[in-house]
């Protein structure tokens, strides 16, 4: 058995551990401080017993010394010999952090703070030490006397790891047992084999104990024993126990709830194999595999090539004679439809809740408002709505800082509030949507709302350029220049003035827009408007000499065929266009990309209008040739960057085509309007 | 028997001991020499096709082709080497090879044979001149007749002056 490496197992430790720590993160939130609900606690259990077996079992002794003092105190406010006040769930959502940080510690990145799990350990010690509070009795419901518990262990239990006797010791930790061996199995010595268990046992536990805390003993071997698990009768039960037959079909759930236990408390429970409460167990998960994501990115990319494939054989196949060769058509039309729907589907494993980011900001906000000294509600809409995996990881940042702002500056304290006539309570709501093609994230606040005039006046302090006779919007984008930043105070929650400048470049790298809509006194509200997925770009082809260019539409405002007239021509070559009032920088593409073309005067060419970070610019094409969906491929795999391009995409006909970086294009000119 | 230089040692790691087994080369022609690059760098042979232009970069990189999805950039060998005649007809023909963990394809006059070259074959490189730089050059390969000028094709195409990759992936 030595010779296995677990080391190859860590992976899903560390994975699974993480999720249990999100998981037990989101409960602790969750719960109801004084009226704790036994499912919530239980789901907590789980988690900090589930780590505890896997650090100990993988043989990271610190992760498991520290979740076994997590686990106990849990224990006993499960078992119900503990009320849970809030200063266990700070210490609880803290112990998380720390066993966070210990298991990334484990997985090779920075070492774990010692100090800080000394001393959290010694205040998880402290906590257990302490006379336990009032027996909660709604909490949890003692059941039985105690259990009657017969334990079969298969022949081959000791082959996945598993000791018998160590079991049977967590039982006698439970409450009073009284262990008998059936050894009539056990067969001569000389026919023994030393691998194979040819014992079980029956236990009577006598202790206060309920029947989860039985069953999570033999947790990890429900599924290589025989197990039964009887309550014993207590005294005054034992006259009524034959008024009531075994229910049939009244399955042991594993978490009970309080209510449901006492109403429909079942005589006998009998549960084969363990096999019906692993299944509930993993229910949450329940149909859901770990797949590397450099699969699902493979299996995208050939998806990608199958359709482009299939618009292939649809182009040759315009050619051919309907009549002559109409069940090639009709299959190919039904390729088409089965193409495509393999393709969303495709796209669709790559998609997760946006959940995935608004679950870190119940925590972040409760502990924000804490520090402030504001109170502070959150509310989500929308976290089932779906987006590349991709986005997500990179929008969290993004979000955390917006949150982070309104918390710290959007929102008033209570007194300030109560002086406006608004519930002291603030509310951040973020809110999560698909609209046509993208999705919308907004975070938005009821707090005081951006002021303008203040504003005004930093932008002239930081010496940032304001338009004359700004718009309130021009006033707004003010916040997202660079060294911005309108706190009075510059507090370690927000307000370095790194702030809206980077999220605003964060979006944008994620060919997002983000705006803002605020009133005074009543809130402000950023809106984040991002493309639905990275891997396909909504593209406008455009020709240059004999080149096809793609360029993002969400950059494109609008095109135009220039008049004599409209174009002049400035010192040194630079050319502008005159489009209504405004002076745009022209770029001929031909010329930056150096191809020949036959119509190198823009006034026989299109001019297409791009706009990135606020700044316009006038592209030179000879033609607009379509809109399509294109699926962006890197460049630089085999290549390298190339100025300008952003990437390549496969057109219809299998050749390759650029994608425009229009972003860099614009800031080519202003750089050198600036010069 | 002289040992292998350490080029072809590093980016060989699957092959056995060089002395027994001899190496072999895909040979190809630029103009009137005869060149061999290591086989297991040839991931395959293929016709020229359109290729699409990229802006702004070095004469002898035709652009990129789509290789079954990927994006793959083309050099035009001959171009690099300053041949006189470099033409594209229905007979031109790339060699892709996969070097440093990236595919490329390199246009030649012609695509020859696969040659095994043991140890005593391979002669040490002259300096000589010529489009080639004679760091790139890891040996002369001597079969009766024909001689071969065998190529680190890794090194030349990771090489700065290929300008194949960004000047921070080179090494």
Same mark, same amino acid.
């Given at each position: 058995?030595?010779?296995?490496?677990?080391?190859?197992?860590?992976?899903?430790?560390?994975?699974?551990? %993480?999720?249990?720590?999100?998981?037990?993160?989101?409960?602790?939130?969750?719960?109801?401080?004084?009226?704790?609900?036994?499912?919530?606690?239980?789901?907590?259990?789980?988690?900090?017993?589930?780590?505890?077996?896997?650090?100990?079992?993988?043989?990271?002794?610190?992760?498991?010394?520290?979740?076994?003092?997590? @686990?106990?105190?849990?224990?006993?406010?499960?078992?119900?010999?503990?009320?849970? +006040?809030?200063?266990? =769930?700070?210490?609880?959502?803290?112990?998380?952090?720390?066993?966070?940080?210990?298991?990334?510690? #484990?997985?090779?990145?920075?070492?774990?703070?010692?100090?800080?799990?000394?001393? %959290?350990?010694?205040?998880?010690?402290?906590?257990?030490?302490?006379?336990?509070?009032? =027996?909660?009795?709604?909490?949890?419901?003692?059941?039985?006397?105690?259990?009657?518990?017969?334990?079969?262990?298969?022949?081959?239990?000791?082959?996945?790891?598993?000791?018998?006797?160590?079991?049977?010791?967590? %039982?006698?930790?439970?409450?009073?047992?009284?262990?008998?061996?059936?050894?009539?199995?056990?067969?001569?010595?000389?026919?023994?084999?030393?691998? *194979?268990?040819?014992?079980?046992?029956?236990?009577?536990?006598?202790?206060?104990?309920?029947?989860?805390?039985?069953?999570?003993?033999?947790?990890? =071997? @429900?599924?290589?024993?025989?197990?039964?698990?009887?309550?014993?009768?207590?005294?005054?039960?034992?006259?009524?126990?034959?008024?009531?037959?075994?229910?049939?079909?009244?399955?042991?759930?594993?978490?009970?709830?309080?209510?449901?236990?006492?109403?429909?408390?079942?005589?006998?429970?009998?549960?084969?194999?363990?096999?019906?409460?692993?299944?509930?167990?993993?229910?949450?998960?329940?149909? +859901?595999?770990?797949?590397?994501?450099?699969?699902?990115?493979?299996?995208?990319?050939?998806?990608?090539?199958?359709?482009? *494939?299939?618009?292939?054989?649809?182009?040759?196949?315009?050619?051919?004679?309907?009549?002559?060769?109409?069940?090639?058509?009709?299959?190919?039309?039904?390729?088409?439809?089965?193409?495509?729907?393999?393709?969303?589907?495709?796209?669709?494993?790559?998609?997760?809740?946006?959940?995935?980011?608004?679950?870190?900001? &119940?925590?972040?906000?409760?502990?924000?408002? !804490?520090?402030?000294?504001?109170?502070?509600?959150?509310?989500?809409?929308?976290?089932? !709505?779906? /987006?590349?995996?991709?986005?997500?990881?990179?929008?969290?940042?993004?979000?955390?800082?917006?949150?982070?702002?309104?918390?710290?500056?959007?929102?008033?304290?209570?007194?300030?509030?109560?002086?406006?006539?608004?519930?002291? *309570?603030?509310?951040?709501?973020?809110?999560?949507?698909?609209?046509?093609?993208?999705?919308?994230?907004?975070?938005?606040?009821?707090?005081?709302?951006?002021?303008?005039?203040?504003?005004? #006046?930093?932008?002239?302090?930081?010496?940032?350029?304001?338009?004359?006779?700004?718009?309130?919007?021009?006033?707004?984008?003010?916040?997202?220049?660079?060294?911005?930043?309108?706190?009075?105070?510059? !507090?370690?929650?927000?307000?370095?003035?790194?702030?809206?400048?980077?999220?605003?470049?964060?979006?944008?790298?994620?060919?997002?827009?983000?705006?803002?809509? *605020?009133?005074?006194?009543?809130?402000?509200?950023? !809106?984040?408007?991002?493309?639905?997925?990275?891997?396909?770009?909504?593209?406008?082809?455009?020709?240059?000499?004999?080149?096809?260019?793609?360029? &993002?539409?969400?950059?494109?405002?609008?095109? /135009?065929?220039?008049?004599?007239?409209?174009?002049?021509?400035?010192?040194?070559?630079?050319?502008?266009?005159?489009?209504?009032?405004?002076?745009? &920088?022209?770029?001929?593409?031909?010329?930056?990309?150096?191809?020949?073309?036959?119509?190198?005067?823009? @006034? #026989?060419?299109?001019?297409?209008?791009?706009?990135?970070?606020?700044?316009?610019?006038?592209?030179?094409?000879?033609?607009?040739?379509?809109?399509?969906?294109?699926?962006?491929?890197?460049?630089?795999?085999?290549?390298?960057?190339?100025?300008?391009?952003?990437?390549?995409?496969?057109?219809?006909?299998?050749?390759?085509?650029?994608?425009?970086?229009?972003?860099?294009?614009?800031?080519?000119?202003?750089?050198?309007?600036?010069? | 028997?002289?040992?292998?230089?350490?080029?072809?040692?590093?980016?060989?790691?699957?092959?056995?001991?060089?002395?027994?087994?001899?190496?072999?080369?895909?040979?190809?022609?630029?103009?009137?020499?005869?060149?061999?690059?290591?086989?297991?760098?040839?991931?395959?042979?293929?016709?020229?096709?359109?290729?699409?232009?990229?802006?702004?970069? $070095?004469?002898?990189?035709?652009?990129?082709?789509?290789?079954?999805?990927?994006?793959?950039?083309?050099?035009?060998?001959?171009?690099?080497?300053?041949?006189?005649?470099?033409?594209?007809?229905?007979?031109?023909?790339?060699?892709?090879?996969?070097?440093?963990?990236?595919?490329?394809?390199?246009?030649?006059?012609?695509?020859?044979?696969?040659?095994?070259?043991?140890?005593?074959?391979?002669?040490?490189? $002259?300096?000589?001149?010529?489009?080639?730089?004679?760091?790139?050059?890891?040996?002369?390969?001597?079969?009766?007749?024909?001689?071969?000028?065998?190529?680190?094709?890794?090194?030349?195409?990771?090489?700065?002056?290929?300008?194949?990759?960004?000047?921070?992936?080179?090494?």
């Amino acid at each position: 058995m030595s010779n296995i490496d677990l080391s190859r197992f860590h992976r899903a430790f560390f994975d699974e551990s %993480l999720e249990g720590l999100d998981a037990m993160e989101a409960a602790l939130l969750r719960l109801d401080v004084g009226q704790a609900d036994a499912e919530t606690i239980n789901l907590i259990f789980r988690s900090a017993h589930s780590i505890k077996g896997g650090a100990g079992t993988f043989g990271f002794t610190a992760v498991a010394g520290f979740t076994h003092l997590l @686990e106990t105190l849990l224990e006993r406010v499960r078992s119900g010999q503990r009320q849970v +006040s809030q200063a266990d =769930v700070d210490l609880l959502l803290r112990s998380v952090d720390v066993t966070r940080a210990m298991l990334r510690a #484990a997985d090779g990145g920075d070492a774990a703070d010692v100090d800080a799990v000394a001393r %959290l350990g010694a205040e998880l010690e402290q906590a257990l030490e302490m006379k336990p509070a009032a =027996v909660a009795p709604v909490a949890v419901a003692s059941a039985a006397a105690g259990w009657k518990i017969r334990f079969l262990p298969k022949s081959d239990i000791f082959a996945s790891g598993n000791d018998p006797l160590r079991i049977l010791r967590e %039982l006698d930790r439970l409450g009073q047992a009284r262990i008998a061996c059936d050894s009539q199995a056990l067969p001569a010595l000389a026919d023994a084999a030393p691998e *194979t268990c040819y014992l079980s046992w029956t236990v009577e536990l006598r202790g206060d104990c309920d029947e989860g805390a039985v069953r999570d003993v033999f947790a990890w =071997v @429900e599924d290589e024993c025989e197990l039964e698990i009887l309550p014993l009768p207590s005294a005054e039960e034992e006259g009524a126990k034959d008024a009531q037959p075994p229910a049939a079909g009244a399955v042991a759930h594993p978490n009970p709830s309080p209510e449901g236990r006492g109403a429909e408390k079942p005589k006998l429970k009998v549960v084969e194999g363990g096999k019906e409460p692993t299944q509930e167990r993993r229910s949450g998960d329940a149909g +859901s595999i770990r797949v590397g994501t450099e699969k699902i990115d493979a299996l995208i990319n050939l998806v990608g090539e199958l359709v482009i *494939t299939q618009a292939m054989l649809q182009q040759i196949a315009g050619n051919l004679d309907p009549v002559q060769n109409e069940k090639l058509l009709q299959g190919l039309s039904l390729l088409d439809r089965n193409t495509r729907m393999l393709q969303e589907a495709v796209m669709a494993t790559r998609m997760l809740p946006v959940d995935a980011v608004f679950s870190r900001f &119940p925590r972040m906000v409760r502990d924000l408002s !804490t520090k402030l000294g504001k109170q502070i509600r959150l509310e989500t809409v929308g976290e089932g !709505t779906e /987006l590349d995996k991709g986005v997500i990881e990179r929008i969290a940042d993004p979000l955390t800082h917006l949150v982070r702002n309104s918390l710290d500056h959007g929102l008033e304290n209570a007194g300030q509030r109560i002086a406006a006539g608004k519930d002291p *309570t603030g509310t951040i709501t973020l809110r999560a949507a698909h609209q046509g093609g993208h999705i919308v994230i907004e975070v938005a606040d009821d707090g005081r709302g951006l002021d303008r005039e203040r504003i005004l #006046a930093k932008a002239a302090e930081r010496g940032i350029p304001v338009p004359a006779n700004p718009v309130d919007a021009d006033v707004w984008q003010l916040i997202f220049a660079p060294g911005f930043s309108t706190a009075e105070q510059v !507090t370690d929650v927000s307000g370095r003035g790194v702030g809206m400048d980077v999220v605003k470049k964060n979006v944008q790298a994620l060919s997002g827009q983000i705006e803002i809509s *605020t009133r005074p006194g009543q809130g402000t509200c950023v !809106t984040i408007r991002l493309p639905l997925t990275l891997a396909i770009l909504d593209g406008m082809s455009v020709r240059v000499g004999d080149d096809i260019f793609i360029v &993002p539409l969400n950059c494109v405002v609008e095109s /135009l065929q220039p008049q004599a007239g409209q174009v002049r021509t400035l010192s040194a070559g630079a050319r502008v266009v005159k489009v209504r009032n405004e002076y745009l &920088p022209l770029a001929p593409l031909h010329e930056l990309f150096r191809i020949r073309t036959d119509a190198p005067e823009p @006034e #026989a060419g299109i001019l297409v209008l791009l706009e990135s970070e606020g700044r316009k610019v006038a592209a030179q094409v000879d033609e607009l040739v379509g809109q399509q969906q294109v699926v962006i491929k890197s460049l630089e795999a085999n290549y390298r960057r190339v100025g300008g391009i952003s990437g390549a995409t496969i057109l219809g006909d299998g050749r390759v085509a650029l994608i425009l970086d229009v972003a860099e294009l614009v800031r080519g000119y202003a750089r050198a309007a600036a010069a | 028997m002289t040992a292998p230089t350490p080029s072809i040692a590093e980016t060989r790691p699957a092959a056995g001991p060089v002395d027994e087994n001899p190496n072999e080369f895909l040979t190809f022609t630029l103009g009137a020499e005869e060149y061999g690059v290591d086989i297991l760098k040839v991931q395959e042979i293929r016709g020229y096709d359109t290729v699409t232009k990229v802006p702004n970069a $070095p004469s002898f990189i035709k652009g990129v082709i789509n290789l079954r999805g990927t994006i793959v950039p083309v050099v035009d060998l001959r171009l690099k080497f300053n041949l006189e005649r470099a033409e594209y007809n229905e007979f031109t023909v790339m060699i892709i090879l996969n070097v440093a963990r990236r595919i490329v394809g390199v246009v030649v006059d012609g695509v020859s044979d696969v040659m095994q070259l043991t140890a005593e074959q391979i002669r040490p490189a $002259p300096e000589f001149g010529g489009g080639i730089n004679t760091k790139f050059i890891t040996g002369i390969g001597a079969l009766e007749q024909r001689m071969l000028i065998l190529i680190d094709i890794e090194r030349l195409m990771s090489s700065e002056d290929m300008a194949l990759m960004d000047s921070a992936a080179v090494h």
